[in-house]
Structures are given as C-alpha cells and as structure tokens.
C-alpha cells in the first residue's frame, strides 16, 4: 500500500474495538512505520472534556475522528479507527470521503458484552442509573454493508483475530508477510 487508507472497526462496547486495533497495531506496527491508530476514546479524551455522551456529541465526536483520519490518510498513512457510534449517514460519508476505506463491524451478543462489561456500563444503563449509552436507551444502528463482519463472542484470541483482519484488508497481508 503506498497511498493512505483507513480501516474503520465498529461495534458496541465491550465488542472487542480497541482490544483487535491494538493487536493489528502490535503485529503490523513494526513492518508499516506508517500505520497509525485512532482509538475513539483517545481522541475524546484529546480533544478535552467538552463533550458528553448524547447522540449529539457523539456525532461531534466521530466527525471529529473522521477528519483526523481523512487528514492522516491524505499524507500517505493507513489509519485504524475504533469507533463505538455508528450511523448509516456517518458511515456513507466514510465510504465517499476516505482513501481505500474497509468497514469492519464486530458483531457480539448483548450478553457477551454484559459479560465483559468491567465497568458495569449496561447494567447501570439497564437500571436507570446512567444515560446515554449506545445500545441500551441509544439506539444502536449496525452497519448496513461492512467489509468484513467478525463475530467476538467466540473466544478468538486477540492475535487470531489481528490476523484474520489482516488478510481481509487488501494490501495488508502482503506488507505483513514480505517482512
């Protein structure tokens, strides 16, 4: 790959995002300098405490990460975005905007997701305790026509799964098995 790209991850919480990016990162990283990782919290967190978590502003907050991996792939880089928020008009403006963009979706059940959920984040939700979260009083919208769909309430390791993205996303697996 010599021009830049942009492989966005979606999925719930807890579906397994920044867990897969880190590990493409990890094996990819060493033989593609220019890779880079985008990871949807990271970039909340940069941007500073401005937003909440409403639909509004997660809007904000993907148009935010879009942007920053339109401009990072404009300079030659392939860009891995973990996003949480998922929007049919968002991700249509991805596949018209970005360079040789792939869509994965990682796909889990509800009671996997509660399962991992370390932070209780959907019980709370359930319980009435907090609001706004994707999935439960958020409307969670998957995507309509991903590249690639990987289920991840099978007990895949984390490599496994790196890998099998890896040889999904066109010109990534020769980089990875020239090196």
Known sequence: MTSGSVVWVSGLSGSGKTTLCDAVWSLLKPVMPQLVLLDGDAIRVAFGGGLGYREEDRVVQIKRV?????????????????????????????????????????????STLMGRDS?????????????????????????????????????????????????????????????
């Not at 249509?92 to 990682?106: G, K, P, T, V």
């Open 119 to 179: 932070n209780d984040l959907y019980a709370k939700a359930e319980r009435g305790e907090i609001s706004n979260v994707v999935g439960v009083d958020i409307p969670w919208q998957a995507p309509v026509s991903p590249d690639l769909v990987i289920n991840t309430s099978t007990p895949d390791s984390p490599d496994s799964l790196a890998q099998q993205v890896i040889s999904a996303v066109p010109g990534l697996s020769l980089t990875f098995e020239s090196a």
């Open 66 to 110: 879009q942007g920053l991996a339109k401009m990072l792939s404009d300079q030659g880089l392939i860009v891995f975005v973990a996003a949480l928020y998922s929007n049919p008009d968002l991700l249509a403006w991805n596949r018209q905007n970005l360079n040789s963009y792939f869509e994965i979706y990682l796909e889990a059940s509800m």
